[in-house]
């Protein structure tokens, strides 16, 4: 092509790691561990679209691809996380722009829709401005330190809650071991049913993305020597994202789950990371309120979908 992008379907998992590790734009989704997990666990068709310059990467859009009824999504990147473009620390800024609007114009034949989301930056929470949706995330700035953040970021009540869960008894610590995730999934697995979850997270996906204990921390609450609550945290460049956490339902009045994030972020402040992305909040008040209340502010990112003929054509479609 004559900007130099091209399509991949393949590409070496250490390279991307390398570029991801440095690039502007980029998450813990855009490497191999997330982008190897929907291939392996859901069966995804992964791509790249990229350009290098001397042979070496420049920028990278990476993207998933699932069908349903012959009729195939494209998505960078998919379950409510973050793609778009991500481009080496000397790359031009147009390049993202090119990347981006090459995705969107994939759209066609069987591929009857495309979405694109990028990563939140917590200097920017207003979100990219040429965005057509600016959905937000609750991010906490974990800069000021641990102190402050606990002093000041949590509100009373969270603050007694921690201690409260201390009395009680209940202690966090990390852990790898393949019982504990299965203990926690079942835990999981009675929130999802509450939930309504039509396709609840599998299993195998929980021990494919433990296994990264570099990238990937799994957390569990203990009481009395049970495991009552736990979640897992993506770790990329000072960033992290906490990501399908839940406590047991019958533990509740302990408070796991406010434990498990202020011993998590406890630890980041002490790890030198910069921020602590709780996740989006969908529309519920609730897990809004629960997750302000340790001080998280809500950052905006940007979300671009764009559908095919046919799908307008049924009235199921637009372009934005």
Known sequence: MADGITLQRRLDWQELDAFVATARGA??????????????VYGLRVGFLLRRAEGALEGVLPFVESARLGIVHRQSLAFGTYGGPALAPDAAASLADAL???FLASVGGRCQRVTLTTAPDLDHPDGPADAPHRPATQILDLRPGWDAV???GFRKERRRQVRKALRSGVVVARSAEPDDVAAYHRIYLEHAREWRLASPTPLAHLQFLVRDTGRVRFWVARHRGVLVGGHLN?????AVIAWNGCASKAHRELAPSVLLYAMNLEQACADGEASFNFGGSIGKDPLYEFKAA???????YGLWRRDGAALRLLGRG???
């Open 100 to 102: 981006r609007a090459r």
């Open 318 to 320: 637009g372009a934005s």
């Open 27 to 40: 998450s813990f989704y855009h490497g191999a561990t997330w982008l190897r997990s929907l291939e392996e």
């Open 150 to 152: 606990f002093a000041d």
């Open 294 to 300: 340790f001080g998280a502010q809500p950052v905006h």
């Open 234 to 238: 993506f770790h990329h460049r000072g």
